[in-house]
């Protein structure tokens, strides 16, 4: 994908960068391109550009960054402006329910687990992929931690360990598969860029770690999920989410699990209580 680097700085706000941290930085470049391929798949099926506000008035996106604050950036993606009205869930949601009704369009997690399949990886390295950023529909700061706590309960531990652990290394190379540091970080902020200490060391300690790979492959099929133009859809993945994501009888939200609350929420972002 290529990134205009004065169009990006520009979402971010006069004076932003300098208050920003390098994992800041790195987040919202992130954001902002995976947000582009969201925007790309609206533009495709003709869903019209506006946002809805809290009183029920649709205002173009370019006139509410204009004439009102911004919403913190670490701001989960169902709990900004929108133009439509959430889809309600059932009584038992599945996995495969969230895809559809909270996490859609989901592209970049979508062309993430398409290029662990299409490259041979095993299931549950495409199924973390899949997984691996849907929780930014909740939050944003710290996505990895947030990402493999909202799933840990119902996947095996090498799953969720990956996910945690794949923010983190994505500031850090590793030529035994393949994975450089990314030049875009270079380009839009600088050769001298330097994640905070507490990056380092959650790094250092996965590298020491006997499921490494399962998260350094997420970060090799991360660097390949910002394809303009590609089209992935959830249904290649359904016999996947069957094999590796144990689906609660009560649903994801109602199982008193202890994560049914991130689940509920998710669900209802509408939901004052």
Known sequence: MEVDRRVFLGTLGAGTLALMSSEDKAEALEHYMEGKLDTEVAARDGTE?????????????????????????????????????FAPMSDKPTLVEFFEKRFAPAN?????????????QPERTIFACLMHDVV???????????????????????????????????????E????????????????????????????????AHRYYMEARLITL??????????????????DIIGRNFKQPP???GFDDSPVDHMWRTIANPNRPL
Do not use: C
């Open 49 to 85: 550009p506006v946002l809805y506000m809290p009183d029920g008035e649709a205002i173009a996106l370019a006139e509410l960054q204009e004439e009102n604050p911004r919403p913190p950036r670490g701001v989960g993606n169902l709990f900004r402006p929108r133009a439509t009205e």
């Open 108 to 120: 970049h997690v979508l062309q993430s687990a398409a290029h662990a399949m299409e490259t041979g």
């Open 136 to 174: 930014l529909n909740l939050v944003k700061v710290d996505h990895g931690e947030w990402g493999a706590q909202l799933i840990e309960p119902y996947v095996e531990e090498r799953i969720s360990w990956g996910i945690r652990y794949h923010a983190p290394l994505r500031f850090y190379p590793d």
């Open 176 to 207: 035994s598969v393949g994975y450089e540091y990314p030049e875009m970080y270079n380009r839009i902020f600088g050769e001298d860029y330097e994640p905070e200490p507490y990056i380092r060391r959650a790094a250092d300690h996965a590298k």
């Open 221 to 238: 099929n991360d660097t390949y999920a910002f394809e303009e133009g590609k089209v992935v859809t959830l249904d290649p993945f359904i």
């Open 250 to 252: 009560e649903g994801l």
